[in-house]
């Protein structure tokens, strides 16, 4: 896998490469080749060598590194950030803004260390109205969600809705079990395990909160 961009700047998503639980090869693959900007976090350095990646930026404090030159076989950025106050995904999301990138799927997020996870989910959070982040991996892709929000999904898909914060008068149309004007937060009412009713647009709209939409398989 030594190449991608097949596509032009700007008209997919750039990929983030985190450090958490490496996905099928059949969804690196796909990703990789449609992304024109490959940015993998120095925790996840060895996994894209050994899987061959060809990546545009690396990019963290290299604590795992042990060096902040690391020699690549391919022409990269080097990027050392050693601010501790801020996560190498952080770091990396901010990168992408000062660049103008409106758009980027994060790879090996999820899975492994669950604290880096929750802490990826913050980031998420963190840039919801700067850039449209989606975090996927073999079985769910998650992202925060606009009020209005309208998207197709096929009957039978399985949605969640995942508050990370109080979500207030929450409606939806078109989900197995609707929520009428309805709260959700963390410890008390969730939106776990939803269904799409019908082939068709699904709608959401809230008053406040933050979101995330979960699209779950098994």
Request: hydrophobic letters at 40%.
């Amino acid at each position: 896998m030594s190449s991608h961009h097949f596509v032009k700047e700007g008209q997919e998503p750039a990929l983030v490469l985190a450090n958490g639980m490496p996905c099928s090869i059949e969804l690196l693959n796909q990703l990789v080749a449609w992304s024109p900007s490959i940015m993998v976090l120095d925790g996840a350095y060895f996994k894209a060598m050994e899987r061959k990646i060809r990546f545009d930026i690396l990019l963290g404090d290299f604590d795992s590194l042990g060096t902040t030159t690391p020699d690549l076989p391919f022409p990269a950025e080097i990027i050392h950030t050693p601010d501790q106050e801020k996560t190498d995904l952080q770091k990396g999301i901010e990168l992408l803004l000062e660049r103008k990138t409106e758009a980027a799927n994060l790879l090996w997020a999820t899975g492994a260390r669950a604290d880096h996870f929750m802490s990826n989910l913050n980031v998420m959070a963190k840039f919801r109205n700067d850039i449209t982040l989606k975090m996927i991996d073999d079985h769910s892709v998650i992202y925060p969600i606009k009020s209005p929000f309208k998207k197709y999904f096929q009957a039978g898909e399985n949605l969640s809705l995942i508050p990370l914060n109080a979500v207030a008068n929450i409606n939806t149309r078109n989900l197995q079990y609707e929520i009428y004007q309805g709260v959700l937060e963390p410890g008390g009412r969730f939106g776990s395990s939803n269904k799409v009713k019908e082939s068709g647009l699904v709608e959401i709209t809230f008053d406040r909160g933050i979101l995330l939409l979960m699209e779950c398989k098994d």
